[in-house]
């Protein structure tokens, strides 16, 4: 049965990192489906909904169905399985109007600590939150069912307030050309040490500020089929762990030491990985603050900072390989 009633709040939620476009959402809204029946567990609709479901009612794997995102939650662990966008009509679609595949997993290592509780359940219009806990442990995951800008991020949070290790493995298409791949973006390579931004004064000297930001290189995601698809991972209070046997197929030097189909980050307790889509993961931005609590979606400098975009196809020297490598 489809829950429809609307109860106490059980926490706040903070949005994605960076906020999608009202018309790359349009219509948008999630459901929640229990893979092993089929059966709709909740459903996003005109009223917001904010409830506790039993984990064995969604089952041990559960799919979240958007109009224009989906992806599968194993329950155990809120690792996150088979992310993709769906390529549903929408003005800010960056697909072409087809399925595209993005990530294969992101699998959070929890150290022999689990998740037991029943699963805290958000829905309001396109947002929606997943809380789950057990002893010692709290993830979090938050998403936007829209067609591009930030639509994702996962949050661990443990109670001896070390680090948790999460490896995102991208996808596998069974068309070549819609595998996708993480690259050097070389319209970031090309302008790295250069001050960018509606603030500036000059390309040499910024001076840095809110709307002038320094670029640095920057890592995306692409595949060959889609011209306008691009995105990149986003961390706030996360580090990626360097990975020595992966570089661009034309060596930089020093190494960018970052694999073409996976990446592995030590995420802070109550820091965030996100994914960013579309024109927000080609814009030249300030870093995010380094919040582990109650943080909020900022989104106050649409149009004053610069973008960089992203060339088609990308350069076979800016491709990162190999695309596995052994984890440290």
């Not at 709040?9 to 994605?16: E, Q, R, V």
């Not at 360097?242 to 661009?248: E, L, M, R, S």
């Amino acid at each position: 049965m489809t829950i429809t009633l609307v109860a106490a709040a059980l926490f706040t939620a903070a949005g994605p990192a960076q906020a999608a476009s009202s018309k790359g959402c349009e219509n948008g809204g999630f459901r929640l489906v229990n893979l092993a029946t089929g059966a709709t567990v909740a459903s996003a609709g005109e009223d917001q909904i904010v409830t506790t479901i039993p984990a064995t009612r969604l089952g041990a794997t559960f799919a979240v169905r958007g109009r224009y995102a989906q992806f599968n939650v194993r329950a155990s662990d809120f690792a996150v399985l088979s992310q993709a966008f769906t390529g549903a009509p929408n003005e800010l679609d960056i697909t072409g109007g087809r399925f595209t595949p993005v990530f294969a997993s992101k699998v959070p290592n929890h150290r022999g600590l689990a998740l037991s509780s029943s699963i805290s359940v958000e829905l309001d219009e396109e947002v929606l939150s997943l809380q789950r806990t057990g002893t010692g442990l709290s993830m979090k995951i938050q998403a936007k069912d829209c067609a591009q800008g930030g639509i994702f991020q996962m949050e661990p949070e443990r109670s001896d307030g070390t680090r948790t290790r999460i490896t995102h493995t991208l996808a596998q298409s069974t068309t070549a050309r819609l595998t996708p791949f993480y690259f050097d973006n070389p319209n970031f390579r090309a302008r790295t040490g250069q001050f960018l931004g509606s603030g500036c004064t000059s390309v040499q000297t910024g001076p840095p500020g809110q709307f002038c930001v320094q670029v640095s290189p920057r890592i995306n995601i692409a595949n060959d089929l889609s011209p306008r698809f691009v995105a990149r991972d986003s961390a706030q209070v996360a580090t990626r762990v360097p990975q020595a046997a992966c570089n661009t197929a034309t060596p930089t030097t020093p190494s960018i030491r970052h694999c073409g189909g996976m990446s592995v980050w030590d995420v802070a307790s109550g820091g965030r990985m996100g994914f960013v889509t579309g024109e927000d993961a080609t814009e030249v931005a300030n870093p995010p603050t380094d919040c582990v609590s109650n943080c909020q979606a900022q989104n106050q400098v649409r149009g004053r900072l610069a973008n960089l975009g992203h060339p088609f196809p990308v350069p076979a020297g800016s491709r990162l390989v190999p695309r596995l490598a052994a984890i440290p």
